[in-house]
């Protein structure tokens, strides 16, 4: 059975910085590119990171570009965030989500719970 | 503004069928079969129910189909059940990038 599980959120100051982690288990890890989606109170989802297989190729959205970096350890079954210089537009519930298609091509088949990030001003 | 645009709400009786729509661009839906739909109640993880325009994971009901024409995307939900309210969201791929609709409300009467 796949299973991802977030974890690492929490409050922070405006300008700080957080680690997300993302556990997964019931799949070949490696295998498959994977994605940081958020939703912010009252929002809808917003794509924000995505990762190859490999870890060798990032993809980040507009609105984060230059202050949160995606990684993962393969060897660890462990996906990351690393945000940076937080602001109060992104506080929200961030969830970890599996590729449908190892290339990471189209759906997102599995995904968390999600871990909530509140940034205070 | 979100990149796909979707109605914030739709509303039916049990038994009814609805269609929500999701209007992209030429450079997104319109450009490729990678449409995808997603169920999420709130406070748990979004699940995926339409994947590729028309097909379905395995386990979601045959209730749920998906179409597509042009630059527009629609899933509907035939013989409609009281477990079937929540939010729904469509999501197109372009450029190694994915994009959301803002949402759709479903609420069954």
């Known amino acids: 059975e796949v299973q991802l599980l977030e974890s690492g959120g929490g409050l922070v100051q405006r300008g700080g910085s957080l680690r997300l982690s993302c556990g997964a288990s019931?799949?070949?890890?490696?295998?498959?590119?994977m994605s940081w989606v958020r939703q912010s109170p009252g929002k809808g989802l917003e794509w924000i990171s995505g990762?190859?297989?490999?870890?060798?190729?990032?993809w980040h959205a507009d609105s984060v570009k230059g202050r949160f970096t995606m990684s993962r350890d393969n060897s660890k079954n462990t996906l990351y965030l690393q945000m940076n210089s937080l602001r109060a537009e992104d506080t929200a519930v961030y969830y970890c989500?599996?590729?449908?298609?190892?290339?990471?091509?189209?759906?997102?088949?599995?995904w968390g719970q999600g871990t909530l990030v509140t940034v205070s001003s | 503004q979100s990149a796909l645009t979707q109605s914030a709400s739709v509303s039916g009786s049990p038994g009814q069928s609805i269609t929500i729509s999701c209007t992209g661009t030429?450079?997104?839906?319109?450009?490729?079969?990678?449409v995808s739909w997603y169920q999420h109640h709130p406070g748990k993880a979004p699940k995926l129910m339409i994947f590729d325009v028309t097909n379905r994971p395995s386990g979601v009901s045959n209730r749920f189909s998906g179409s597509k024409s042009g630059n527009t995307a629609s899933l509907t939900i035939s013989g409609l059940q009281a477990e079937d309210e929540a939010d729904y969201y469509c999501?197109?791929?372009?450029?190694?990038?994915?994009?959301f609709g803002g949402g759709t409300k479903l609420t069954v009467l």
């Open positions: 019931g799949f070949i890890f490696s295998g498959y590119a």
């Open positions: 030429s450079s997104d839906i319109g450009s490729h079969n990678y």
């Open positions: 999501s197109s791929y372009t450029s190694s990038r994915r994009v």
């Open positions: 989500a599996k590729a449908l298609r190892p290339d990471g091509v189209g759906a997102r088949d599995y």
């Open positions: 990762i190859s297989g490999s870890g060798t190729s990032t």
